[in-house]
């Protein structure tokens, strides 16, 4: 567990985008000034920067210089995600695996840590892939389908695209429904 939190802490301090980042607030949360970091994060995260929308997500999540709140931590986690951010998605995936601020979806789950798996290189890409993998291994092969289309379906269209607003805890792709079968009436 000790791993995982070091884990995270270490990506979301890694540099992704110097250009999108909200530097006085990773700063500040870096020095260990969380009250400072929330007030100079939040406007950024507000703006889109998906650096700080990770930064706030963990922040919720952990109840550093905001009050712990998992459906807020669930919300910025999905914005920083849906704009590609591998550790907001890895995050994100975690939150679904363990039921935080959710109801348990392993199959939402499996598709945010396949799609930061997907964005990730050496230690941290295996990582993502073995805690993809752990969480297909408590899920049915209809559930795991799904989630691999799922995936399938977000990278293509979202790695060159601009963002398309979606519910802030919705799947990031709906599941098609088949047509309801008529019943003969006698």
């Known amino acids: ?3 995982r939190f070091l884990f995270a802490t270490a990506l979301l301090l ?7 980042s909200a ?10 000034d969380y009250p400072r970091a929330a007030a100079r994060l939040g406007p ?10 990770g930064y706030l997500g963990f922040m919720y999540q952990y109840g550093r210089g905001v ?9 910025w986690y999905r914005r920083g995600a849906e704009q590609g951010n591998p550790v907001a998605q890895h995050l994100l995936g975690l939150m679904y695996d363990k039921g935080l601020g959710v109801p348990t979806d ?3 789950a499996h598709v945010w840590l396949s799609l930061a798996a997907a964005r990730t290189k050496g230690p941290e890409h295996e990582d993502n892939v073995r805690l993809r993998d752990a969480v297909a291994n408590k899920m049915s092969r209809g559930q795991l389908a799904d989630a691999q289309y799922l995936a399938s379906l977000w990278l293509p269209k979202r790695e060159l ?20 079968v008529p019943v003969p009436v006698r």
């Open 1 to 3: 567990m000790m791993f």
């Open 14 to 20: 890694a540099p992704l985008a110097p250009a999108q």
């Open 23 to 32: 530097p006085r607030g990773e700063g500040a949360y870096r020095s260990g």
């Open 44 to 53: 950024a995260a507000e703006r889109g920067d998906a650096r700080a929308q």
């Open 67 to 75: 009050p712990q709140n998992y459906v807020l931590a669930i919300y």
């Open 106 to 108: 392993h199959v939402a």
């Open 161 to 180: 695209a601009v963002p398309v607003p979606v519910p802030a805890l919705a799947l990031p792709v709906p599941v098609p429904v088949p047509a309801p």
